[in-house]
């Protein structure tokens, strides 16, 4: 064990007097939370709503003193989602949601260009692309109405219920102050000291700690808007939604062995996948989905708070209708000017989408914009090209820093008779945003209303809804993240969650930590909800995937041309993989080698295959990456005498996942691809744990 950690402060005498606190350069001195004015206060888990159930109140000075000093924590890089990388591309509308909105990009046949920005949450730039973590999912429709941001994650829910905890969430994720370390990651005390005492966390913390968090690459990760938004029809009638990214390649992930080779091997794995992809002619695809539920005061639906950050409607009970289609097809020309500056913010709505009450949100509302005033140095940050509206802009602002317009006229007011009246405010008939007219009252309180004590039964619907494989990766993960922490107490405290969730999960994790399982009470109706799940019904389109295909002088070449033409003809990569660099030749046919043995690794290939012609290779790092791929659970092909290499390799050709023919034919590419189609053969792992 290590030495003991020192306190990060040291605690006063009874009878100091704060009033010195502060002069000698030490800071946080007092015994009470306070304000940055020194004033004690009460609370500071809920901000200050109109009701319980209502919006928070701008008076609350706490939650914007403590929102504003987070925002302004790191200059210039992004306190959260520093670690990004974004693509242009097009949404089109299918025009079925018009019937629940008014808004103008989601009429049909409508095309709308789009930027978009994947990103981790904690991890600084430098940082690797595939720790564990939440993936932020930001997409900017530069609308005729003006632009729209939907800033959203590949989780459908979040770890807090009140954005005035965000500040705290994130300080518990991040590196420890005293030494910046661990980086990207949250297997580390003060995260798990936090979320063990905030139970509102454990939904979340079972999206986290599943394949969710280490997913293949952005193409195959979901993305939620987490939050009910509401949608107001021409008529003016409203529904409560909550919005969907399906991706057309499927949701898939990585294992955590994976997870961790790519760290060091390629930290830019995402990126890298992403940008390769788009040039190879494989654009990332979703199409946009729609949960609409009824607008009632109440704002429940089938017993679950729609206002609650942590809460999911199951697909079971609000079908996900789909409503359009997001094609990212165009790398950025200069990270820095667009993937860098570009500026989300939750508020920017075009007519016919609002906000609700979700006291998350509401945070976020104040915290996006004032996060880019210290970030991009002023308010003027929306002149950037990146993040410029489509639409015409009359915003009488003017001046401040970076400003780089020239503005005309002499009267930036309303109403004014100088400047021939103009502009002049619109009407709704003439596209104004109007919010939707909804009555709001209640008691001035720092509170939550019951509906949001529920911490658990999420949780348990989540875990019920994996397939056993996933089962046994979230027990491995809960027990790698806890093992990591010093403090048994918090590890205890994990342990009480967690026998709330299931007592076989609470069992297997408390094993793995030689602690005792407590007892808890899971939630017993729960009903499991297939959407939840990741393994595939059947194979999904393999574009942008990739075939690695190990040859050698004397290899097959002509069999390595016929597969390279089916694979590229799904949209998918072959890269050949040989000993050293140069040229393959056999008789009139060549093949160039893209990757040698000395400079590839198994997380760069979703499949490898062993050309005829190869045997009697031997190299002790060919057979780590064939290893690793049988372990992996990918497809592994060989042909010819290629089948030698694998059995030299200790690879156990009568796996699942295994396909063998004396040649390449058309029976031996098509099994080959339905099986990368499936993305892993999960047989394979069952069967060695039934071994």
Request: charged content about 25%; proline content about 6%; some cysteine.
């Amino acid at each position: 064990m290590p030495p003991k950690r020192q306190r990060e402060r040291t605690t006063p005498a009874e009878d100091e007097s704060n009033a010195t606190a502060g002069r000698s350069g030490e800071g946080q001195r007092g015994n009470y939370l306070t304000t940055a004015q020194g004033v004690r206060l009460p609370d500071t888990d809920h901000s200050l709503k109109a009701g319980p159930r209502g919006p928070s109140l701008m008076e609350d000075f706490h939650l914007r003193e403590k929102i504003t000093h987070f925002d302004h924590e790191r200059i210039p890089e992004r306190v959260v989602h520093a670690r990004g990388a974004a693509a242009h591309g097009t949404f089109r509308a299918y025009g079925n949601a018009s019937s629940v909105t008014k808004a103008g990009f989601l009429e049909k046949g409508r095309e709308t260009p789009v930027f978009v920005r994947f990103s981790t949450v904690l991890g600084s730039r430098g940082s690797a692309d595939t720790v564990r973590d939440v993936r932020g999912f930001a997409v900017k429709f530069y609308t005729d109405e003006g632009n729209f941001d939907l800033v959203g994650n590949n989780m459908p829910v979040f770890f807090i219920q009140d954005g005035i905890k965000f500040p705290d969430v994130i300080h518990a994720g991040k590196p420890h102050p005293d030494r910046e370390i661990p980086q990207a990651q949250t297997a580390h005390d003060t995260f798990w000291d936090f979320v063990s005492l905030h139970t509102e966390a454990t939904h979340h913390v079972m999206w986290a700690m599943s394949d969710r968090g280490i997913p293949r690459s952005y193409r195959t990760m979901e993305g939620f808007g987490v939050h009910t938004f509401r949608l107001v029809d021409a008529e003016g009638q409203s529904s409560l939604v909550k919005f969907h990214w399906k991706p057309v390649a499927g949701v898939h992930s990585l294992v955590w062995e994976e997870a961790q080779i790519a760290a060091g091997a390629d930290p830019d794995f995402h990126r890298r996948d992403m940008a390769d992809g788009i040039d190879a002619g494989a654009p990332l695809e979703y199409e946009l989905g729609l949960q609409v539920m009824p607008d009632s005061d109440d704002e429940m639906f089938e017993g679950i708070d729609l206002l609650d950050p942590t809460k999911l409607v199951p697909e079971e009970l609000a079908e996900v209708q789909l409503v359009g289609k997001l094609t990212l097809d165009r790398n950025p020309t200069n990270y820095f000017a667009e993937t860098e500056q570009v500026a989300f913010h939750t508020g920017n709505l075009v007519p016919g989408i609002e906000v609700t009450d979700d006291p998350l949100m509401q945070a976020r509302l104040f915290s996006y914009l004032d996060t880019q005033l210290t970030r991009l140095g002023g308010p003027n940050f929306t002149q950037l090209p990146i993040n410029c509206p489509h639409a015409a802009v009359n915003d009488n602002l003017r001046d401040g820093m970076h400003q780089t317009l020239i503005h005309h006229g002499q009267a930036p007011y309303l109403p004014n008779s100088v400047d021939d009246a103009l502009p002049t405010t619109a009407t709704e008939a003439e596209g104004a945003y109007v919010h939707r007219p909804i009555e709001v009252s209640g008691p001035k309180v720092r509170a939550n209303p019951v509906s949001f004590d529920d911490h658990f039964s999420q949780a348990t619907l989540f875990w019920k809804s994996l397939s056993g494989i996933e089962k046994i990766h979230v027990i491995e993960a809960f027990t790698f993240e806890l093992g990591k922490c010093f403090a048994q107490s918090i590890q205890e405290r994990v342990l009480l969650s967690l026998a709330r969730v299931d007592a076989e999960l609470c069992a297997a994790v408390a094993e793995g930590l030689g602690l005792p399982a407590p007892e808890g009470a899971p939630a017993e109706d729960v009903v499991p909800s297939a959407a939840l799940s990741q393994i595939p019904s059947g194979p999904g389109p393999i574009a942008g995937r990739i075939i690695g295909v190990v040859a050698a002088h004397g290899a097959d070449l002509g069999g390595i041309g016929k597969l390279r033409r089916t694979v590229e003809a799904q949209g998918a990569v072959l890269r050949v993989l040989a000993p050293a660099g140069g040229t393959l030749k056999r008789g009139r046919g060549q093949q160039a080698v893209e990757r040698t043995f000395l400079t590839a690794r198994s997380i760069e290939f979703d499949a490898v295959v062993v050309a005829g012609g190869t045997a009697g290779l031997h190299d002790i790092k060919l057979t780590v990456l064939l290893q690793e791929t049988f372990r992996h659970c990918k497809a592994i092909g060989a042909w010819g005498d290629g089948r030698q290499v694998l059995l030299d390799a200790g690879i156990d050709v009568d796996a699942p996942g295994i396909v063998l023919a004396d040649e390449v034919a058309k029976p031996f590419s098509s099994e080959l691809l339905t099986t990368v189609g499936l993305h892993r053969v999960w047989e394979r792992a069952e069967r060695v744990m039934n071994d």
